[in-house]
C-alpha cells in the first residue's frame, strides 16, 4: 500500500463547478499535511497546509480526518487557471515530506 | 523571490555515462533535497542535506550519490546512468525546522528532464 494515495485522476470540470479531492495516507503518526499544486512542466508550489480544524483560502478548503486518514481539498467556483495536478503531501518522522502521486483537474470553458 | 535553479532543463545521455546534475538556492537555506518524479509515483525522495558536507540517504538512494560543499549548492550523481534512472529530477531547498512536528516549505527548482539511451 502506498503511504499517500491520491486518485490520478482526470477531473474534468466545468467553469465555475465546485471539485473535491481525497488523499488517503497509511502512516498515523504522520504530523502535518499540505497541498502543492503542480502547473503542467513546471516545479511543485505549496497551495496550502491543512490544519486539523479545516482550513480555507479564498476558493480553497482544506480539511483533515485524523480518524480515518484522509485529507480533501475543495475548489469552488473553478476557474480555467485552476487546471493543474494538486499533490498531497504528509510530514512523516524526521521532518521528511511524502507525496501523493497527484489528482489531475482539468477545468473547461 | 526564493530562487532554486537547476544546471540543465533537458539532458540526454547514454548508458554507463557518470552524469552530474547541479542545485543552486540563494536564499541561505540549510536543506536541500533531491527528488525524482515518475507518473503516477509522485515525487520520491533520493537524498537530503541538512548542513554544507552533510548527507543523508532518502527512499531511493540507489544508484545514487550526491555532494553539498557549499551551503547554495547541492549537486546529484549518477555514477553509471541506467536506462531506469530516465526520470524528471526535482531539486528543493528550505529552512530547517524547529522540532519534530515543524515544518518550512520546500522551494522546487524547474527541474531537470533526464533521457538514458
Known amino acids: 500500500r502506498k503511504e499517500v494515495e491520491q486518485d490520478p485522476g482526470p477531473f474534468n470540470v466545468p467553469e465555475g463547478a465546485t471539485v473535491a479531492f481525497n488523499c488517503t495516507y497509511s502512516?498515523?503518526?504522520?504530523?502535518?499535511f499540505f497541498w502543492y499544486r503542480q502547473d503542467c512542466r513546471k516545479e511543485p508550489k505549496l497551495l496550502m497546509s491543512v490544519y486539523s480544524s479545516g482550513n480555507e483560502d479564498g476558493r480553497f478548503t482544506a480539511q483533515l480526518n485524523r480518524a480515518s486518514q484522509y485529507i480533501s481539498l475543495l475548489i469552488r467556483d473553478s476557474k480555467l487557471s485552476d487546471s493543474a495536478t494538486y499533490l498531497c503531501?504528509?510530514?512523516?518522522?524526521?521532518?521528511?515530506?511524502?507525496f501523493g502521486g497527484g489528482t489531475r483537474l482539468m477545468v473547461k470553458p | 523571490d526564493v530562487k532554486v535553479t537547476q544546471s540543465s532543463r533537458y539532458l540526454v545521455k547514454r548508458t554507463g555515462e557518470k552524469v552530474f546534475l547541479e542545485c543552486v538556492q540563494d536564499m541561505d537555506h540549510e536543506n536541500m533535497f533531491w527528488y525524482r518524479q515518475d507518473p503516477g509515483l509522485g515525487l520520491r525522495l533520493i537524498y537530503f542535506?541538512?548542513?554544507?558536507?552533510?548527507?543523508e540517504k532518502g527512499d531511493i538512494p540507489e544508484g545514487y550519490s550526491v555532494s553539498r560543499e557549499k551551503k547554495e549548492r547541492f549537486s546529484l550523481i549518477l555514477e553509471s546512468a541506467s536506462t531506469n534512472q530516465t526520470s524528471m529530477y526535482l531539486c528543493a531547498s528550505s529552512f530547517p525546522g524547529q522540532g519534530s512536528s515543524s515544518y518550512n516549505e520546500q522551494f522546487f527548482g524547474p527541474g531537470t528532464r533526464l533521457t538514458v539511451l
Open positions: 542535506s541538512y548542513d554544507v558536507k552533510m548527507k
Open positions: 502512516n498515523s503518526a504522520s504530523q502535518s
Open positions: 503531501v504528509v510530514l512523516g518522522a524526521g521532518n521528511m515530506l511524502t
